[in-house]
């Protein structure tokens, strides 16, 4: 059983309580009807924290709350309910969805060999969610050893929405670049056995930060790759990632899709 068939389990669980919620609350208001008498029902109300904690994952996904180091002590629960529970794959779903209709209904390729569609890596076509279940889901902070040793390991599973979507980019005909921050020298062997483990075949160029962009941080330095990629001659008709340093700067392209991620911001 994957890790998201578990997940799906969990969803299904929850979803039989509110089930048996709803059954009874309607039970106690037929009850209310019959009886003659009346009944308070309490309202259903979101908990204070949580409430906050909704708004705080609202500013970091619209890009209001930056540079975060950690998550908030308070929401700590409520993003692992998030990550694990259902709602970040519905989420992610849902954008998918968005994708491919801009995809089928709004794309008119060239078909020249230079329509060009970027993907992000880590936590875009590959899930490290593993590695933060123990890391709090982004309560503790950033350990570069420790993700070292995570992705060295290569066995990070790929986001299933996204290698939906990638299948449908590769079959259309567009010229896939995967773009990584991740460190050429480190990493380069491992992320391209991981990603190919997990069907991410046939792409046009892997692209991993070599040592002329050490040191530079992830906005100027994914700049600086669609820069050379349109200096070729491609056409960017869709870029993709988890953080608005993807996506954002020089070269972005012509449409761009943020996916979520409540665990750790990169500048």
């Not at 994952?57 to 002590?73: D, F, K, Q, S, Y």
Request: aromatic fraction near 14%; glycine fraction near 8%.
């Amino acid at each position: 059983m994957t890790f998201f068939s578990n997940l799906k389990m969990w969803e299904m669980m929850k979803e039989i309580r509110e089930l048996v919620m709803l059954f009874l609350m309607a039970l106690c208001s037929k009850l209310t009807a019959t009886s003659g008498k009346t009944m308070t029902i309490r309202k259903w109300q979101v908990p204070a924290e949580d409430s906050y904690c909704l708004s705080w994952r609202l500013g970091v996904e619209t890009n209001n709350i930056r540079a975060w180091p950690i998550v908030p002590n308070q929401c700590l629960r409520y993003v692992e309910s998030y990550m694990i529970l259902g709602q970040y794959e519905r989420d992610i779903d849902l954008i998918i969805d968005q994708v491919m209709d801009y995809v089928n209904d709004d794309v008119v390729l060239s078909n020249d060999g230079f329509d060009a569609w970027i993907l992000d890596v880590d936590d875009t076509c590959i899930s490290n969610l593993f590695y933060y279940q123990g890391k709090r889901f982004g309560g503790d902070p950033y350990d570069p050893k420790g993700f070292k040793e995570w992705a060295l390991k290569g066995v990070c599973p790929a986001i299933p929405g996204v290698l939906r979507l990638y299948n449908k980019l590769i079959k259309k005909g567009f010229r896939v670049f995967l773009v990584t921050g991740r460190s050429e020298a480190t990493f380069g062997q491992t992320t391209l056995n991981n990603l190919h483990s997990q069907g991410f075949l046939d792409y046009e160029r892997l692209i991993l930060r070599s040592d002329e962009y050490k040191g530079m941080n992830a906005l100027d330095y994914k700049s600086e790759i669609r820069k050379n990629l349109v200096e070729e001659g491609y056409m960017i008709w869709g870029n993709i990632g988890d953080q608005w340093s993807d996506i954002q700067g020089d070269y972005v392209g012509i449409r761009t899709f943020k996916l979520p991620n409540p665990m750790y911001f990169v500048p």
